[in-house]
């Protein structure tokens, strides 16, 4: 018997023991992996290996489940100036998200609490840019669906980074995929162009339902349903792809879960720290064994905050950061200018891909 008929959602064997049955040419089923595993591996230098595995969208079945385990243990009643003004976005609640607010707030409840612990790892930094591109404020959300807020996810699609962008629609908006780097994981500018892509999807709905749709399958594809069904409503759309379908009502649940954490009782420990880097530039590719013995960081601790980098070591002429105050002159700053293959040019005005590195 096959592993896709002995695994089921209650009993769900190790990641390793359900990977064993496919290799890196047979890759586990789109539906299966979403609904049931939540996370896909990736291919890294030839090799699967367990720190590289992703948080995918986590989507409830798709057909009505004839339990009663769906059935909301809270009720919360919101109006209609509550769900239109209480949020950046206007929000709906009907049957659909209604499934979504369960299953996030119940059958999947750690696992939503453990995403909005790493969310908060990087909602400043979201809602900063997002404040700054115009894009309101709990659209940040979106990644959490996307990701689960992890910059290394990767999609059986080839979509990267926190916000999932494709290659050529992060080409589009500015970020770079090279033999050094893929910017798509990297929170700032992934996070920028993300912005972007939002304000550019809402200038042609003029609706932000319909905006996300097209974030998920496609501007074109969105008209184009428009212009055959007549409909300009995001829940009128009956022939989306069901991915589609059932991506805005995730999100628009992820919103109230995530602004109403206390009335469903969802506990997000507090973050000892927020993702606040601090630039300093470097001219030539630099090991980061060399950073870690300048910074006294170790190189794990530099990659993961540097996860736009393909290897371990820095592109030309590009800046290292730390999250301490951009304002505060450190030693190892000095050290890292008189190394001599970590100095800067003197009036170098090189483009900055950042290498974050934390002083704690």
């Known amino acids: 018997m096959s592993a896709r008929n002995t695994v089921t959602p209650e009993s769900l064997p190790a990641s390793d023991t359900l990977y064993r049955a496919w290799t890196a040419d047979k890759q586990p089923p789109d539906l299966f992996a979403r609904n049931l595993l939540g996370s896909y591996r990736k291919e890294y230098n030839g090799l699967f290996r367990e720190e590289d595995m992703a948080s995918a969208p986590i989507l409830p079945d798709p057909l009505p489940l004839q339990t009663d385990s769906f059935a909301i243990p809270v009720t919360v009643d919101y109006s209609h100036d509550e769900l239109q003004f209480g949020y950046t976005i206007p929000v709906v609640i009907n049957d659909r998200v209604n499934q979504y607010i369960n299953f996030y707030s119940v059958r999947?409840?750690?696992?939503?609490?453990?995403?909005?612990?790493?969310?908060?790892?990087?909602?400043?930094?979201?809602?900063?840019?997002?404040?700054?591109?115009?894009?309101?404020?709990?659209?940040?959300?979106?990644?959490?669906?996307?990701?689960?807020?992890?910059?290394?996810?990767?999609?059986?699609?080839?979509?990267v980074g926190i916000w999932q962008f494709i290659r050529p629609t992060g080409q589009r908006?500015?970020?770079?995929?090279?033999?050094?780097?893929?910017?798509?994981?990297?929170?700032?500018?992934?996070?920028?162009?993300?912005?972007?892509?939002l304000n550019d999807l809402y200038g042609i709905f003029d609706d932000w339902h319909l905006a996300l749709a097209g974030y998920n399958c496609g501007e074109n594809r969105v008209l184009r349903e428009m212009r055959n069904s007549g409909a300009d409503s995001f829940w009128e759309l009956s022939r989306l792809p069901r991915e589609t379908r059932e991506y805005?009502?995730?999100?628009?649940?992820?919103?109230?879960?995530?602004?109403?954490?206390?009335?469903?009782?969802?506990?997000?420990?507090?973050?000892?720290?927020?993702?606040?880097?601090?630039?300093?530039?470097?001219?030539?590719?630099?090991?980061?064994?060399?950073?870690?013995?300048?910074?006294?960081?170790?190189?794990?601790?530099?990659?993961?905050?540097?996860?736009?980098?393909?290897?371990?070591?820095?592109?030309?002429?590009?800046?290292?950061?730390?999250?301490?105050?951009?304002?505060?002159?450190?030693?190892?700053?000095?050290?890292?200018?008189?190394?001599?293959?970590a100095s800067a040019s003197p009036g170098s005005s090189t483009r900055c891909a950042p290498v974050k590195a934390s002083m704690s």
């Open 108 to 159: 999947y409840k750690q696992g939503f609490q453990n995403q909005l612990q790493r969310a908060n790892y990087y909602l400043p930094m979201i809602r900063e840019i997002f404040r700054e591109e115009g894009v309101p404020e709990d659209l940040a959300y979106v990644a959490l669906v996307e990701s689960g807020f992890r910059p290394t996810a990767r999609s059986h699609a080839g979509a």
């Open 173 to 197: 908006y500015g970020l770079e995929v090279n033999w050094w780097l893929d910017e798509r994981r990297d929170p700032i500018k992934s996070t920028r162009a993300a912005a972007r892509y």
């Open 248 to 341: 805005v009502p995730a999100i628009l649940a992820a919103i109230v879960l995530a602004n109403n954490t206390e009335k469903y009782s969802i506990v997000v420990p507090p973050n000892e720290e927020i993702y606040n880097p601090d630039l300093v530039p470097i001219s030539h590719p630099t090991s980061l064994n060399v950073i870690a013995n300048i910074t006294g960081i170790s190189i794990d601790r530099i990659k993961a905050l540097n996860p736009e980098l393909n290897g371990y070591v820095t592109p030309p002429a590009v800046p290292i950061a730390s999250s301490s105050s951009p304002a505060t002159e450190h030693p190892w700053k000095q050290r890292c200018a008189k190394s001599p293959r």
